[in-house]
């Protein structure tokens, strides 16, 4: 018996399963997408008119992995560049806000092989020794290489036959014309979204080499910045090891593409969270709207830097666009949680956090902000249980358990955390204002302000919510953390008592 050969046909597209192609009906040119975008978009065809929450996409797409849902998101933004719609269109998949995505195009189903009039689809990936050897670099001591192998060798990673193929970046402000880059670049990005320092070293080495093969693939640069630009962020690295690095990677992208959003989006980043130079963040993120309104970082980075400066309101407000334009993502929950907390709003604070952790409590960031919040609130077992469910490092979490054991009267034990932290401080990067607020809780002032003063040296980055920070709530009176915060040069408004 022969086996039915599904076709699922829309718009000016057409969805081979069992090639497992998207092609474009009218030349035959297949369109390149990686396996777990082929995956999403197939689901989503196949329960057509129909609402799927996020939760029953990322069951179906990872049935076997534990994913972050950035990825899926991020699955659906490269959909919509592949059939030429942006997100606010909803030609073909539709976002219903706070409950999922949903394919709304006409679709005829068919069997290829019961018409003559069926195009001839050959399978369109290669296996993986087709894949180009790893790139060399400067930066090669990043990439885990046995890592990276082991997901060439599992199939994750996937090159098409025809490099002629098109992909959804050729026609892309910073874009290729190269599939393979792209597909080199689309697996970065999925590693990238999982936020964890071994993945981060494989986004490094997949961007490095979709760099190689395309030297002027402009988003491929701006994106290896990113990489950079998350490890000085959460304290991976060092900030001189980071943020140098990501710089570079940057401007080489606005170089090559002037009009890059993404670009101006991490730029402004940098100087943010590097160069303390505000209103040069400010320029960065007011540019890259301007280029792209789309463009949802850009936002968030903008509504952070006016939290910083005590303009919630302001914040709150670029917050919102942000979440518009992704709202599915549980990430902006946590955020509008994170100003609300550091405006001293609490209960607002802890209402984002757990309807956040509710949706999807996978993300150790969301956890370790409740986690804060119930530490500064007095229930500090509730504080510790949140801690012990985020593994890896996350801006300023080597200072979570030592304040908490502090603030909880258990000092023989906190200072057994800090020389802990103090002795991992000489293996690997510790922000110093991670110390600085475990001192702080127990009292020292003197060792709190000193540590303070060296991340001001060294660029920590999360200097710019030290003079909101309620872990440096004791030193408010003291004239050399009034020194210092006006040193930070970011807060408008005075210090609460």
């Not at 019961?114 to 087709?130: C, I, M």
């Not at 597909?183 to 760099?211: D, H, K, P, T, V």
């Not at 690997?428 to 302000?449: E, F, H």
Request: proline fraction near 5%; aromatic fraction near 8%.
């Amino acid at each position: 018996m022969t086996e039915k050969r599904t076709i699922f046909e829309f718009s000016a597209f057409a969805l081979e399963v069992h090639g497992r192609r998207l092609i474009r009906r009218e030349t035959g040119q297949p369109i390149t997408l990686t396996a777990k975008v082929f995956d999403t978009l197939l689901y989503l065809v196949e329960h057509r008119g129909e609402v799927q929450s996020k939760e029953t996409l990322l069951r179906a797409i990872w049935p076997e992995l534990v994913v972050e849902e950035n990825n899926l998101t991020q699955n659906i933004s490269t959909l919509r560049q592949a059939l030429g719609e942006t997100p606010s269109e909803n030609r073909y998949i539709a976002t219903v806000a706070r409950r999922g995505y949903q394919f709304v195009a006409a679709v005829i189903e068919r069997d290829a092989l019961a018409t003559a009039a069926a195009p001839s689809l050959a399978p369109a990936t290669a296996p993986a020794d087709a894949i180009p050897p790893a790139v060399r670099s400067r930066r090669s001591i990043w990439v885990g290489t046995t890592a990276l192998a082991i997901l060439l060798a599992a199939g994750v990673f996937l090159v098409p036959r025809h490099e002629a193929a098109v992909n959804p970046l050729s026609a892309v402000v910073g874009g290729t014309q190269d599939s393979a880059a792209y597909l080199l670049y689309s697996n970065g990005r999925f590693a990238l979204g999982q936020s964890n320092e071994a993945s981060i070293q494989l986004a490094i080495g997949y961007f490095e080499q979709a760099i190689a093969r395309d030297p002027r693939f402009a988003l491929a640069h701006s994106r290896l910045a990113d990489c950079y630009l998350i490890m000085g962020i959460f304290g991976m690295r060092s900030p001189a090891d980071t943020f140098p690095r990501a710089r570079d990677s940057v401007l080489e992208a606005l170089q090559l593409e002037p009009a890059l959003a993404n670009g101006y989006a991490t730029l402004g980043h940098i100087k943010l969270q590097y160069d303390r130079d505000w209103d040069g963040a400010e320029a960065d993120f007011n540019r890259a709207i301007e280029l792209d309104p789309s463009v949802p970082e850009s936002h968030l980075y903008r509504g952070a830097l006016a939290s910083m400066r005590g303009d919630l309101a302001r914040g709150l407000e670029d917050l919102k666009a942000a979440q518009q334009l992704e709202p599915l993502l549980t990430l902006y929950k946590t955020r509008r949680g994170s100003m609300l907390y550091f405006a001293r709003r609490y209960a607002e604070a802890e209402q984002q956090f757990t309807e956040s952790l509710a949706l999807d409590d996978r993300p150790g960031i969301a956890h370790r902000a409740l986690g804060r919040l119930y530490l500064h609130t007095g229930r500090y077992e509730q504080a510790l249980a949140e801690f012990a469910k985020s593994h890896g490092v996350t801006p300023g979490s080597y200072a979570d358990v030592g304040q908490t054991l502090a603030m909880a009267g258990r000092r023989t034990e906190a200072l057994v955390e800090l020389d802990r932290v103090l002795e991992l401080s000489k293996e690997r990067y510790v922000s110093p204002v991670d110390i600085a607020a475990i001192y702080a809780s127990l009292g020292d002032a003197d060792n709190a302000i000193r540590c303070l003063e060296q991340g001001l040296d060294q660029r920590a980055s999360t200097l710019g919510f030290v003079p909101q920070n309620p872990s440096f709530d004791s030193l408010h009176r003291d004239p050399r953390f009034i020194s210092l915060v006006e040193r930070i040069g970011v807060l408008k408004r005075p210090l609460t008592p």
